[in-house]
């Protein structure tokens, strides 16, 4: 059975400092930066970089209660989530729910660049946070 997964999005890392944390990627490291924004409404500042035909994803929280703040008081910067794309996200995720898999969202949110994105719980992955992606326009609808 083909299963609803088109490929890896972005592999997200927390940091504590976007700023130099950019630096660091951008300049000593050489990725090269394809964009910056904000999402207000999850409390987060994101970088994407460039890596060849893949991306990585920089994610800082732009308050305390953000949802990004917890996993970096308890677990300190580094890897936070692997995203892999699907072109149907409202279809998938109650295809998982109906499977009984554990959703940390049940109905999409905002994601960056007019991505709609949902998370799946890492207890119901042996211990990976995995964000499923739909890039606009990915099922031929306009949003
Ligand atoms: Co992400």
Redo the contacts with the bound molecule.
Sequence with gaps: MAGPYLGI??L?IAVGDLTAARQTYRDLLGFTELGLEELPARGLA?AMLGCGESRL?L?AATRADAEISTFLARRGEGL??V?VRVADLDRTLAQLAHAGVRLIDTTAKP??HGSR?AFVHPKGTHGVLL?L?EQPGADGETR
């Design positions: 999005d972005h997200g994101v994803e994610l936070h989530h995203a994601g960056a994105v964000e992606v």
